[in-house]
């Protein structure tokens, strides 16, 4: 099962709004087509969708090369519409304006076209490797089998192969150290049910579905000994953005004294921001929380607030896992020093 890939004439991605009931595939042959996935969520994840940005990269400028449109100004308005699509998670604009580095660079070659479609290649590849490395380091914290919660979707469907936070379970497990996998449902889109318990059930992994609610009793009861969660967005302090309700188990976890840890790529990072204060969060439409599978569940007209995602604060962050090692605080130290590898990729 892979979530996205790329077929030399259009990029294949996996519909992910239909899981776990049915497994299909949608054939993006134009960029258009690209952002009206990743707007509706049927590529979803932030590094899954900076790779499908990547790719609409090459489909809307092979768009614009067959006419004698290729200009600044025409890339820059196809740059600034896939960005829009979805502003929290960084992996997005990263993968874009690596794209737009390509063509500053070889916008007078011939094989312009051929060197964007290696690159957006390159940004899948990397993902996949960056993802074993990291789940390498996340598994060296784990000596002995550990009950692991998480939140949301971190894994193969949320990247472009094996995961984040989901990476590192997958890992541990793979050494011994993982007894069981606790997963939260993730109200309103219900990426934890619908994905996770999926994704690792298919592997043979032990998940239990929780509701979102039940995290708290879960760990009172000393079933957890851990949370690992994904991130779309950390800023050069340590605080983290990432599925709506991540702030939630992250507090719970301390009250309970359980270690809380964000596994996440470099190219999840945004130095540029101070702290979690900046980072854009999504809002998304009412519908997604007064509807379910399509039963209406609230009464009409009620006001409704839909935030995508939330910030966690680095106070409540035990470790951050990278392909680079375990970042611990001070994370501004720590993060200070990863920022010279940016300048490496
Ligand atoms: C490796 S995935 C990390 C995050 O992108 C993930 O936890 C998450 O919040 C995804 O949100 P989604 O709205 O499903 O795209």
Known sequence: MQAISWKGSYLSLLNQTLLPNKVEYIQCRDYRTVAKAI??????????????AAFAMVLGIRELAVRPELTDEKISVLAKELKKTRPTAINLAWAV??????????????????????????????????????????AQLFTQPTAILTHCNSGTLATVDYGTALG??????????????????TRP???????????LMQDHIPV??????????????????????????????????NKIGTYS??????EHNIPFYVAAPLSTFDFSMRSGDEIPIEERKPEEITFLSGVCVAPDGVPVFNPAF?????????????????????????????????GDM
Not at 249 to 254: D, P, T
Request: net charge neutral; proline share 2%; glycine share 6%.
């Open 249 to 254: 188990v992250a507090i719970l976890a301390k």
């Open 208 to 241: 239990t579905l929780i509701t979102d609610s039940m995290a708290g009793w879960v760990m009172k009861q000393r079933m957890v000994q851990a949370v690992i969660v994904g991130a779309d967005r950390i800023t050069s302090n340590g605080d983290v953005a």
């Open 310 to 342: 939330d910030v966690t604060p680095n106070s409540l962050i035990t470790g951050i896992i990278t392909e680079y090692g375990v970042l611990r605080t001070p994370y501004e130290i720590s993060i200070e020093k990863l920022k010279a590898k940016k």
């Open 97 to 138: 304006d690596r794209m737009l580095g390509v063509v500053q660079r070889y916008k007078q070659d011939s094989d312009l076209l051929d060197k964007l479609e290696q690159e957006a290649l390159l940004i899948a590849e990397e993902d996949k490797q960056v993802n074993y490395r990291l789940a390498q380091y996340g």
């Open 168 to 185: 590192v379970i997958r890992r541990t497990w793979s050494e011994g150290n993982v007894s069981r996998v606790f997963a939260d449902e």
């Open 39 to 52: 707007k509706n969520l049927e590529v979803r994840g932030a590094p899954a969708i900076g790779a499908a």
């Open 189 to 199: 889109l219900l990426q934890g049910s619908r994905l996770t318990a999926w994704e």
